[in-house]
């Protein structure tokens, strides 16, 4: 690609699905960002368009703030999983499992799509860039608890110094060990370890590439 795109494609890629990627446009925008190979077009019914790899790369060039329990995911405007400790959560019930459900089956699309063997059973890409994102969806997901803002207990998904390492934190032992059991299954390598000044267990996950 020789040009950067246009204002209008640039809208379009920036208002892409978050996980799976999925665009919404014009006829035509669409059909420019295939011919510039930041797009392509699904080749079963109904026949959407998603980001590529390319595609994706350009969407995440744009400045964002770094994950964090600060950040409150409803100022995006877009679907986030619960990483444990937010202090303006979305609300449980129905509408929520099923908007979880929904953007861990878009994920597991994603995966088949841009996998090079098509494999949903190991991390892709957009997972290895939002870790924290992706580790709190498998749980979620998979009907875990996530901490509330005061002591409520649950689990909590947090960066770690480490490349491609999360830390899932849970101060009771047997939900510490369900999480891990969920995302192994997930496609995580997962080992437990102590804090060495509290002694408290937790989980370091990272995405397994084989």
């Not at 209008?8 to 999925?22: E, K, L, N, S, Y």
């Not at 959560?89 to 459900?101: I, L, Y």
């Not at 005061?150 to 849970?170: F, K, L, M, N, S």
Request: charged share 25%; proline share 11%.
């Amino acid at each position: 690609m020789t040009r950067p795109p246009t204002a209008a494609q640039r809208r379009v890629i920036d208002a892409a699905d978050p996980v799976t990627g999925r665009l919404r446009g014009t006829e035509a925008q669409l059909a420019a960002l295939v011919k510039r190979g930041l797009a392509f077009r699904h080749p079963r019914p109904p026949h959407d368009h998603f980001l590529t790899p390319a595609g994706h790369r350009i969407r995440e060039a744009r400045p964002q703030r770094p994950e964090s329990a600060e950040e409150d995911p409803a100022s995006t405007g877009v679907f986030a999983a619960r990483i444990g400790g937010e202090e303006d959560a979305p609300a449980p019930g129905p509408s929520r499992v099923r908007e979880v459900h929904s953007a861990w089956q878009g994920l597991l699309e994603l995966r088949r799509m841009t996998n090079p063997d098509g494999a949903v059973d190991r991390p892709c890409g957009w997972e290895r860039t939002h870790l924290v994102q992706a580790a709190a969806l498998a749980l979620e997901a998979a009907g875990h608890t996530p901490a509330g803002p005061g002591p409520e207990e649950g689990y909590r998904v947090r960066a770690t110094p480490q490349p491609e390492a999360v830390a899932v934190h849970d101060p009771d032992g047997a939900r510490l060990r369900a999480c891990a059991a969920t995302l192994d299954g997930a496609g995580w390598q997962v080992g437990e370890h102590t804090e060495p000044r509290t002694r408290a267990r937790y989980l370091l996950a990272s995405p397994r590439r084989m």
